[in-house]
């Protein structure tokens, strides 16, 4: 028995699907820093394509990737406005949810190997407008021309330059460009964890930066978050060491790869407890921003598959 031609042709709108799905979950996740949301929209992009692919007496697309890609990103674009509202109610400071992308090749979740923005830089992109993420997003990151940006967004290569203008500027006095090496982030973070779980306050305060910021996402679900951004090495030293003394005993530190920097998981009786990335100074020696993500919400998709490194003593377990 041969298959019909619609059988054919949502067999290969299937493929041709989920042959890009990797390329269109890491843009829309960039756009969006949340995983849920990212999943919407891609269900969103396929309702649009299914249909679109299936018809009898539709063209043939003859560019499907950047089909794909200008209905996703749209769709994300569309998405902001109730995204903002949701995160104006937001208990404390928001920040991206964690995203692994140290998986293995033969990964059975290909989103999980997303190209990697960093934690840093994603809250950066925060500040711009859905309009100026997006451009950056598409050309910093993925390459794309300005003539193809305006493809995507319906706006005139012209426009798409300032707007990408707007945003490198934006962009590059919040963030500098310079890139950790990832053993010197490592090698950071595992100091650092052992001073902040440890109660090594002189320790802390030479790893600390003058000027750190330390981020604390627990969607008002979390003692171990604060309800705003802490600025300053004291302020900072003090809050560390306030969470830790809360943290539950026998905490398990499992250091893996978070958006794309060398990281910490934090687990509780092989719960995950809170994800720690690290934002280091241009010389590597010192943390200038600390971003912690404890919300349950956000943890959901943690994989526990990375080899356990405990913690060292805390002063209630001296």
């Known amino acids: ?164 203008h707007r945003a490198r500027e934006h962009v590059h006095a919040r963030r500098p460009r310079y890139q950790a090496d990832p053993r010197v982030q490592r090698q950071v973070t595992e100091r650092f964890l052992a001073a902040a779980l440890g109660g090594d306050l002189d320790a802390l305060m030479r790893i600390l930066a003058p000027d750190v910021t330390m981020w604390t996402d627990g969607g008002g679900k979390s003692r171990a978050a604060g309800l705003r951004p802490v600025h300053g090495r004291d302020k900072v030293a003090r809050m560390i060491a306030g969470v830790a003394s809360r943290a539950p005993e026998g905490l398990e530190v499992r250091y893996r790869t978070v958006n794309g920097d060398p990281s910490a998981l934090l687990f509780a009786d092989d719960a995950p407890f809170a994800v720690m990335v690290l934002d280091l100074s241009p010389d590597g020696e010192q943390v200038s921003g600390i971003y912690s993500v404890s919300n349950p919400d956000k943890l959901s998709r943690i994989q526990d598959e990375s080899t356990t490194t405990r913690s060292p003593k805390g002063p209630a377990d001296s």
């Open 1 to 164: 028995m041969h298959d019909s031609p619609e059988d054919i042709a949502a067999d290969t709108a299937t493929q041709v699907f989920a042959g890009h799905r990797e390329l269109l979950f890491s843009i829309v996740y960039n756009l969006l820093g949340n995983v849920a949301d990212t999943e919407d929209v891609l269900q969103d992009t396929w309702l649009s394509w299914a249909p679109r692919t299936r018809a009898p007496s539709a063209e043939e697309i003859a560019n499907p990737r950047a089909y794909l890609v200008r209905i996703a990103v749209n769709h994300a674009l569309a998405r902001q406005t109730a995204i903002r509202r949701r995160r104006e109610t937001y208990v404390g400071p928001w920040l991206p949810e964690p995203l692994l992308t140290d998986t293995t090749p033969d990964s059975a979740e290909p989103a999980l190997r997303a190209e990697s923005v960093s934690m840093a830089l994603l809250v950066v992109l925060e500040t711009l407008t859905p309009l100026e993420r997006a451009v950056f997003v598409l050309h910093e990151v993925f390459g794309y021309a300005h003539t193809e940006i305006a493809d995507i967004l319906g706006r005139t290569p012209a426009a798409v330059r300032q707007l990408a």
